[in-house]
């Protein structure tokens, strides 16, 4: 409640963080990766990304996707941890075989850019399909342009646009460019 200012409370971060540390503390994962983000965001304490790091890897080690994800982030960007792509995969693998739709999306990516892994365009479209089918509109626009442009999919200018629309509908301009591109296309 502190943390968001709802149910008639005040927003305060300082005192969102105080709870959030007394539930942290006894275990709890939900709490121990929203600590992490205050540290991670300076949102009621000193931005801290290695006590970010900390609390993430305790929720993380429970199985919690949320912090698996946001782990893999940290070693993604080097961001409290030295960067390192391997273990960026590993954590974002183990969130997005839980279905965390967010992490599907960046081990696509991973795949797509051989960061970390070997590149393997199947295997991103893979990905990005599960992150699409779950609404996340970088993953649909990502799955558009692989159909797009044939990698690791035949290439398939209606699918990519199917999944550009339904970018579009979640707001993204990006996607509503590549779709205004595939008209242009269609035109030659």
């Given at each position: 409640?502190?943390?968001?200012?709802?149910?008639?409370?005040?927003?305060?971060?300082?005192?969102?963080?105080?709870?959030?540390?007394?539930?942290?503390?006894?275990?709890?994962?939900?709490?121990?990766?929203?600590?992490?983000?205050?540290?991670?965001?300076?949102?009621?304490?000193?931005?801290?990304?290695?006590?970010?790091?900390?609390?993430?890897?305790?929720?993380?080690?429970?199985?919690?996707?949320?912090?698996?994800?946001?782990?893999?982030?940290?070693?993604?960007?080097?961001?409290?941890?030295?960067?390192?792509?391997?273990?960026?995969?590993?954590?974002?693998?183990?969130?997005?075989?839980?279905?965390?739709?967010?992490?599907?999306?960046?081990?696509?990516?991973?795949?797509?850019?051989g960061r970390g892994v070997e590149r393997d365009t199947t295997q991103a479209v893979a990905w990005?399909?599960?992150?699409?089918?779950?609404?996340?509109?970088?993953?649909?626009?990502?799955?558009?342009?692989?159909?797009?442009?044939?990698?690791?999919?035949?290439?398939?200018?209606?699918?990519?646009?199917?999944?550009?629309?339904?970018?579009?509908?979640?707001?993204?301009?990006?996607?509503?460019?590549?779709?205004?591109?595939?008209?242009?296309?269609?035109?030659?």
């Open positions: 409640m502190y943390d968001t200012g709802r149910g008639g409370v005040e927003q305060d971060y300082a005192e969102a963080v105080a709870w959030y540390r007394k539930a942290a503390e006894q275990g709890n994962a939900d709490a121990q990766v929203n600590l992490g983000l205050k540290y991670a965001n300076g949102e009621g304490v000193g931005q801290d990304d290695a006590k970010a790091v900390e609390w993430f890897r305790k929720a993380a080690e429970q199985g919690y996707s949320a912090a698996q994800f946001n782990l893999g982030l940290t070693y993604a960007n080097g961001e409290g941890v030295g960067q390192d792509d391997a273990k960026a995969v590993e954590w974002f693998r183990k969130a997005a075989e839980q279905g965390h739709a967010d992490a599907q999306a960046d081990l696509g990516f991973m795949y797509v850019t990005y399909r599960q992150a699409a089918e779950q609404g996340n509109a970088d993953a649909q626009i990502s799955l558009g342009y692989m159909y797009e442009n044939g990698r690791g999919v035949e290439q398939d200018y209606s699918q990519a646009l199917t999944w550009y629309q339904k970018a579009v509908e979640l707001g993204n301009d990006k996607a509503r460019m590549r779709i205004e591109a595939l008209a242009e296309l269609a035109k030659e």
